[in-house]
Each structure stands twice: as structure tokens, then as C-alpha cells.
């Protein structure tokens, strides 16, 4: 049986502001306006014999994650947490300890949660063709071949020739200068790393085990510390902490006798920029890309993205503008790499832009900050069907709901109670409380806070449905 591994971590910071640290671009339908980058992962491995799918994300997206994998309807699921992102090699080998333990000794497929794959049909194709060397012993991975001489990609040089189709590595090379890119391209002996792989679960564990046994020993003591929560596996943290933090290919696939490469034309992208998007989207009489209530005008070969509100253009040119809630950027195509330097500033000067966005998922909806100033803020919160929120308290804010659409049912204090349509309840400050929606449709409600402080840590839970307390 084939697992698939799906890396689900990362923060995506080169496409802010739609990235963000608590919502990164895994999460977000960017190629594809109905499936987010996690869910068409998922949907690609249609029509391949596969077990469930094995997600590795953050605790911070654990919830998000889990809820992208009932959409795609997977009931039966396991989620793999890691308290802190240690690269691709100790990830993937928590779920082969994992599976070697439970008496099985899968196939592995390792893919990553951002990347787009415009061909399904090659994908697969690619995927069958790997498979016999899989079971062979060897460690495969897919080399992507190139389409032009991209600098930000490692690439992978072809050795010799197998009769499946794949090829011996010779060697991987780092990210390239534009002079030796050129070189690759034209050599026709390199393709683009792609960062896929596909090994059985124990012959990785043996190559890891001669080339990085500190990687191995730190994952088996983080699994043995470790706890199962609902769909989640969590793994110690103080354990997972103290291991090595390195990719497959530094780990492994660089080192290892048996690592094989199965090329890929399947329009792959990893979707690192905003001029990536471009690249691969379906663009306009004047190679503009408009999502959302765009209008141009003398415009050229722009990305143009507005997320709640009416965006104009005129007489511009290789432009990304990207319109949130809370945020514009405006850049030129040419300088996108260069995103991420802002991310580092709004982190460094301790602004929330680059973590959070207006909108905040939680596991039992959704809220969205619609106005604060110095002792209040206001929010308009949406209660999913039959979700509650923790029993909790504040220290130092008191809460007004007004219900807006649906019905409430509140605990405040020792009373019990609903609140409908176009009522209101009041919540003192230090008052244990909590809301649920025990209906069939979503529960609207704005609620107003003030008080001394209002950060989302002046939270003191005492019960939660979704293991937070």
C-alpha cells in the first residue's frame, strides 16, 4: 500500500498578504478558486491505490488542516503536529517510525502541500513509474524538467540511465547563478529539484540510521513521548526540539548508494512568489490575472488581487497588487523575492500583519476584527452548526454579544440561556462563560470588548471540545 505523506508546515511568507503566519499559502485556494494548495494535493491522488494520507503540519493550523480534510471528505484522518519545524528529514521520519511501529512497512510518497501540478494525468503516470523502484530498495525522487534557467531551484544531474525510465543521481546541486543555470538548461543532463520523494518506510529509516542516527534517536524519543489527542498525533515537545533540523536531500539522498531520479512534465510549480502565480494563471487579452472585483484599464501583464474591496488600475505594467482587509501590497514583478523583507520589518516592529489576518479561524468558526481603538474592539464572530466555544474567562475585558442571525445558547456564570435574533447579553469581567450554536444554520453575533487589555492571551480556559485547555 502507497501512504502518502503530506508536508503541510511552512509560512509561505513571499505571498503576503494573503500568506500569513496563521493562515500560510498551504491553506489557501490561490491556483484553484474552489480547493485550497492542501486540498488539491489531496485530490490529485485520486484514482492512485493509496492509504489516507499522513498530514504533517504546525499546532498552530491543526485545526485549520483538520477541517480542509473533512471538506475533502476524509472522516478517518491523522494529523502529525510538530511543536516546532525541524525540515523535511525528521518530519517524514516520525511517520515511518510511526508506521514501522504499527507492524507495516508502506511505500512512502513524501509531497508537499504548496506545490501545483497542472497535469494529473502525467503526475500519476510519474508516480506508477516510481513505484517498482520503490519496492526495489531504491530511494526515488522526482526531477522536474526544466523549462527555462531558474535560479531559485537546486537542481539534480542525471547519471546513468535505467530501464524503468528514471535515472541514477549524480549528484544534486545548489541553487544556481544565472550563468550555470543557463548551462543546466542547455546540458538537457539536470532537472529541477522537486523536493517529492518515494521510499519504503524502513529502507529510509536504515539509510538514516547510518548517515544521521541523531535525527533517528531524537524522532524515536519525540514519538515515545509523545500523545494521541483526538486526530492528532502529538510528539514531545522538549525531545523534538533538540533534533537536528535537515531536508531529505542533506540527510540522505545526497549521501546514499541507492538514491534514483523518475523525471516529471506535469506543469509543476511551487508556487514561491507572486510572479509564479502569474506565471501559471490563466491571464487576459492583456496578460492581466484579476481575482475578485477588478477593473483595469491600459493595463498590462499584472497580478491583480482584491479581496474585499473594488480595485482600479490604470496605465500600469508587471505590477502585483494584492488588496486585504488589512493590507495592500503593490509590487513589481521583477522585485517579488523581495516580500519577504517586508514580513521581517512588520515582524520586527511588532505589528500583527505578518501573523494575522483580519479574519481569524478558529475550530469552531470564524471571527473578524472589524474596528478597535484604545479600550475597546469590535468583531463580528461566526459559530458553526453544533460547534461551542471553550469555557473560559478574562482578566481584564468585558464582552457584549449582540445575536445577529441564528440563536445562542450562553453560559454566564451559573445561568443558562439562549439569546436570539436581534437580543443581546452582557458578559462582566473575570465571569466564566461560553457560547454555543445548538442549531442547524451559522451563528452570527458582533461582539464589542473593553476594557484595560484585549489581546487573544487574556484567556484563561477552564473546558474545551478541541484539547486547548
Avoid at 73 to 90: D, Q, V, W
Avoid at 182 to 202: D, P, Q, T, V
Avoid at 302 to 310: F, M, V
Wanted: glycine content about 8%; overall charge negative; some cysteine.
Amino acid at each position: 500500500m502507497l501512504v502518502p505523506i503530506i508536508m503541510a508546515g511552512g509560512s509561505g511568507s513571499r505571498l503576503w498578504p494573503l500568506s500569513r503566519q496563521l493562515n500560510p499559502k498551504q491553506f489557501l485556494c490561490l491556483a484553484d478558486a474552489e480547493m485550497s494548495m492542501l486540498q488539491a494535493t489531496i485530490a490529485r491522488l485520486s484514482g492512485l491505490e493509496t492509504a489516507s494520507p499522513r498530514v504533517i503540519c504546525n499546532e498552530d493550523h491543526r485545526f485549520l488542516a483538520a477541517e480542509q480534510l473533512r471538506q475533502q471528505g476524509l472522516e478517518k484522518f491523522n494529523i502529525l503536529l510538530e511543536p516546532a519545524g525541524r525540515n523535511t528529514a525528521p518530519a517524514v521520519a516520525l511517520v515511518a517510525i510511526q508506521e514501522c511501529l504499527n507492524g507495516q512497512d508502506p511505500i512512502l510518497l513524501v509531497l508537499a502541500a504548496d506545490h501545483l501540478i497542472n497535469d494529473v494525468v502525467a503526475f500519476q503516470s510519474c508516480i506508477h513509474k516510481a513505484l517498482p523502484l520503490a519496492i526495489d530498495g531504491k530511494l526515488v525522487t522526482f526531477g522536474i524538467n526544466p523549462t527555462h534557467p531558474e535560479t531559485g531551484y537546486g537542481y539534480i544531474q542525471k547519471g546513468a540511465g535505467l530501464e524503468s525510465g528514471g535515472f541514477e543521481v549524480a549528484r544534486f546541486v545548489e541553487k544556481p547563478p544565472q550563468e550555470l543555470a543557463n548551462s543546466y538548461l542547455e546540458s538537457g543532463c539536470y532537472l529541477w529539484n522537486s523536493g517529492m520523494f518515494m521510499f519504503r518506510a524502513s529502507r529510509y529509516l536504515c539509510e538514516l540510521e547510518h548517515f544521521r542516527p541523531d535525527i533517528l534517536s531524537a524522532c524515536r524519543e519525540a514519538l515515545c513521548k509523545g500523545e494521541q489527542d483526538m486526530n492528532f498525533t502529538r510528539v514531545g515537545r522538549e525531545e523534538f526540539e533538540k533534533c537536528p533540523d535537515e531536508s531529505i536531500d542533506y540527510a540522505v539522498m545526497e549521501k546514499t548508494k541507492d538514491a534514483v531520479v523518475v523525471p516529471m512534465d506535469a506543469g509543476w510549480s511551487d508556487i514561491g512568489s507572486w510572479a509564479a502565480l502569474w506565471d501559471v494563471g490563466d491571464k487576459d487579452s492583456q496578460g492581466n490575472i484579476c481575482r475578485g472585483d477588478v477593473i483595469v484599464e491600459g493595463s498590462t501583464n499584472n497580478y491583480i488581487y482584491s479581496g474585499s474591496r473594488l480595485v482600479s488600475t490604470v496605465g500600469v505594467d508587471n505590477l502585483i497588487v494584492v488588496e486585504t482587509k488589512d493590507a495592500v501590497l503593490i509590487a513589481h514583478k521583477e522585485h517579488v523575492q523581495e516580500v519577504k523583507k517586508i514580513v521581517e520589518k512588520l515582524k520586527s516592529s511588532g505589528r500583527s500583519e505578518y501573523k494575522n489576518h483580519r479574519e481569524v479561524y478558529r475550530p469552531w468558526g470564524v471571527y473578524d476584527s472589524i474596528d478597535n481603538g484604545a479600550r475597546y474592539q469590535v468583531k463580528r464572530i461566526t459559530v458553526n452548526p453544533g460547534a461551542k466555544l471553550s469555557l473560559q474567562m478574562h482578566h481584564h475585558r468585558a464582552e457584549h454579544w449582540v445575536v445577529v442571525s441564528g440563536t445562542a445558547k450562553v453560559t454566564n456564570g451559573d445561568k443558562v440561556y439562549l439569546v436570539a435574533e436581534n437580543q443581546s447579553t452582557y458578559i462582566p469581567i473575570g465571569q466564566m462563560h461560553t457560547l454555543e450554536n445548538p442549531g442547524v444554520i451559522p451563528l452570527e453575533l458582533i461582539e464589542v470588548q473593553s476594557g484595560s487589555y484585549l489581546g487573544e492571551d487574556d484567556i484563561v480556559r477552564f473546558e474545551d471540545l478541541y484539547g486547548r485547555v
